[in-house]
């Protein structure tokens, strides 16, 4: 049985005619740049996160940029990031020759831990990026006060993200000073190509990052301050519209997937122990978990990614893909062990969690068109690998747990 890490062609075909119709639309018209389909989609996207304002840009990592340059990021100013991410979180405050200062991951969520960020705040330091990483909101109280305390700007990613409510029910894009998401085929919510969003409730900022997506031009050929070419196409904008009124019905598809791996994994007896971080449980899967046990909240994992971890992750991922089932790691690098940032000088014990992560993680099929028993299939195939690896012992060559 076949299984791809993401079949994008299901939901393509499930609103085919719509999708045509729309794109067809923009064609007739020709109107191709600045559409009436962006402002539409900018209203939509308000409604849905409950947020005041929006402005739909190229891409997740434009949307990352055009957020710093709003807060005007200038060479030498310092922003805070989690080390682990995918690269655009710290590309964007690299090219505008800012310092990332990277911070480790919280070892259940993978997500930036705030336990981290105080330390690495210094005189100029500007922002702090959290990135709600998988589809879970990262710890956004915690990141808030001390972003108060001393006077930062919050850039939310929410590129893996759109649709995650926090603990408290707000969607997350709208509890920092800007939200960044991305439209990226991939995404929950996806695109025909590339495209993405941010979002403030600020109508200064709101503003601003609406001339800067045009070149910082207002009016035509009067050039106020700096920006780019930032606009989101048309065709990509009335595609998301015919899309967004599903998007929570593809997350609950997600989630639905999720319960169904832990059923398994748990009827299989590998599902390691709810907590344990490190591999001191021989055979066993750590499943992904969402956190906030408060009762009554409202922490909303929508799984953008569904990461596993085990001992010999790179012999599972071999052994998986034999078998036609995708997986991915995301991601096998943190930034701290990045060529293009070895001029940081950063100290690799610095950030023990996300080293871990990026030596057992892995990342398993989780779109919402997965059947049952493409699912089942996953976790027989994850069980059958655990048999034949229960003849060896345990190793972990990234930190002291075997010890
Ligand atoms: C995908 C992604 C981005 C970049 O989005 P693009 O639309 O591909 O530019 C940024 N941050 C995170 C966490 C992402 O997953």
New binding site residues.
């Given amino acids: 049985m076949k299984v791809p890490l993401l079949d994008l062609k299901p939901q393509y075909l499930s609103l085919k005619k719509e999708i045509d119709d729309a794109i067809q639309r923009v064609v007739d018209s020709q109107y191709f740049i600045n559409g009436p389909d962006v402002a539409k989609l900018e209203e939509e996207i308000n409604a849905y996160l409950g947020v005041k304002y929006s402005v739909g840009v190229?891409?997740?990592?434009?949307?990352?940029l055009l957020a710093l340059m709003a807060f005007d990021i200038k060479p030498g100013d310092e922003v805070i990031v989690p080390t682990y991410?995918?690269?655009?979180?710290a590309g964007v405050v690299a090219r505008l020759n800012a310092v990332p200062v990277f911070v480790d991951s919280d070892p259940v969520t993978f997500n930036m831990n705030p336990a981290g960020i105080e330390k690495k705040i210094t005189s100029k330091t500007k922002a702090i990026i959290p990135?709600?990483?998988y589809g879970q909101s990262a710890d956004m109280d915690a990141i808030m006060e001390i972003a108060k305390k001393h006077n930062l700007k919050v850039i939310e990613?929410?590129?893996?993200a759109i649709g995650v409510q926090y603990k408290d029910g707000r969607f997350v894009g709208g509890i920092g000073d800007i939200g960044?998401f991305?439209?990226?085929p991939?995404?929950n919510l996806g695109g025909f190509g590339?495209?993405?969003i941010v979002t403030t409730n600020d109508e200064k900022l709101y503003a601003k990052m609406k001339m800067m997506r045009m070149h910082g031009m207002e009016p035509k050929y009067y050039h106020k301050i700096i920006g780019g070419n930032f606009r989101i196409d048309t065709l990509q904008a009335a595609v998301l519209r015919v899309k967004l009124p599903h998007l929570d019905s593809w997350s609950a598809k997600r989630r639905e997937n999720a319960a169904l791996y832990t059923k398994y994994f748990l009827e299989a007896g590998l599902a390691g122990t709810e907590g344990k971080t490190c591999f001191d449980e021989k055979n066993k899967v750590l499943l992904p978990k969402a956190v906030y046990k408060e009762t009554g909240h409202k922490n909303f994992h929508i799984y953008?990614q569904y990461i596993i971890r085990v001992e010999k992750r790179n012999s599972l991922l071999e052994f998986l893909r034999k078998k036609e089932i995708g997986c991915e790691v995301?991601y096998p690098v943190p930034f701290h062990r990045q060529e293009c940032f070895a001029y940081l000088n950063t100290n690799d014990e610095d950030y023990p969690v996300a080293n871990c992560a990026a030596n057992d993680s892995l990342a398993l099929p989780i779109y919402p068109e997965l059947s049952n028993e493409q699912i089942k299939y996953v976790v027989d195939s994850i069980a059958e690998f655990m048999k034949e690896e229960m003849k060896y012992p345990m190793e972990c060559k990234h930190c002291d747990c075997m010890k």
């Fill in positions: 190229t891409s997740g990592t434009d949307a990352l991410s995918f690269f655009a979180t990135v709600h990483l990613d929410g590129a893996q960044c991305s439209f990226f991939s995404k590339d495209a993405g953008n995301y």
